[in-house]
Antibody, heavy 120, light 111 residues
Framework: EVQLQESGPGLVKPSQSLSLTCSVT????????WGWIRKFPGNKMEWMGY???????SYNPSLKSRISITRDTSKNQFFLQLNSVTTEDTATYYC??????????????WGQGTLVTVSS | DIVLTQSPALAVSLGQRATISCRAS??????????MHWYQQKPGQQPKLLIY???NLASGIPARFSGSGSGTDFTLTINPVQADDIATYYC??????????FGGGTKLELK
């Protein structure tokens, strides 16, 4: 069974970069699509982007200048980097895997999530 | 971006029917595919997929959950509501990408 686990710093200072790792077991990241989603205090959820089985990416245009999703296939991990963070980037960050199928539409498997607070 | 609107909360009695709605700012349907999906999230847990493409039950989800709708109006129904169903429910569209967007969530509460 596929399992995803987020890891990374829980506290980031404003203007710095947020970097998270999603470690995947039970399924190869060279198949399917893998994404990042965040949930803000107050419950709003935002799709941040995804990386495909081939390494191509798609990002939320609202984040496009600040976000990068990359991967290390040898470690079966993918990564989120968000630059120039502000307090408004404080959220719980989830990594997830899309459903099986040719074109991604929804997330079938989610990690537990990790809270990242942006504060000086 | 396609905006998805949900009522913030819904109060229901155990054993009764709960109907949670999601309205899109534009159609999320392409031919026979309705690209609206539903998730359940309990406090402290990750979201769980309930329904995909408007009406298809995800693996392992009880049959008391069902989904319907097309175009801009979609509904998640829980019948009968059980205590374990108390959670927040989100709709998500993939008709426009990027970005996929989520509704603001409906918190299901006990009456």
């Amino acid at each position: 069974e596929v399992q995803l686990q987020e890891s990374g710093p829980g506290l980031v200072k404003p203007s710095q970069s947020l970097s998270l790792t999603c470690s995947v077991t039970g399924y190869s990241i060279t198949s399917n699509y893998w994404g990042w989603i965040r949930k803000f205090p107050g419950n709003k959820m935002e799709w941040m982007g995804y990386i495909s089985y081939s390494g191509s990416t798609s990002y939320n245009p609202s984040l496009k200048s600040r976000i990068s999703i990359t991967r290390d296939t040898s470690k079966n991990q993918f990564f989120l980097q968000l630059n120039s963070v502000t307090t408004e980037d404080t959220a719980t960050y989830y990594c997830a895997r899309c459903h099986d199928g040719y074109y991604p539409n929804w997330f079938a498997y989610w990690g537990q999530g990790t809270l990242v607070t942006v504060s000086s | 971006d396609i905006v998805l609107t949900q009522s913030p909360a819904l109060a229901v009695s155990l054993g009764q029917r709960a109907t949670i709605s999601c309205r899109a700012s534009q159609s999320v349907s392409i031919s026979r595919y309705n690209l609206m999906h539903w998730y359940q999230q309990k406090p402290g847990q990750q979201p769980k997929l309930l329904i995909y493409r408007a009406s298809n039950l995800a693996s392992g989800i009880p049959a008391r959950f069902s989904g319907s709708g097309s175009g801009t109006d979609f509904t998640l129904t829980i019948n009968p509501v059980q205590a374990d169903d108390i959670a927040t429910y989100y709709c998500q569209q993939s008709r426009e990408s990027p970005p996929w967007t989520f509704g603001g969530g409906t918190k299901l509460e006990l009456k």
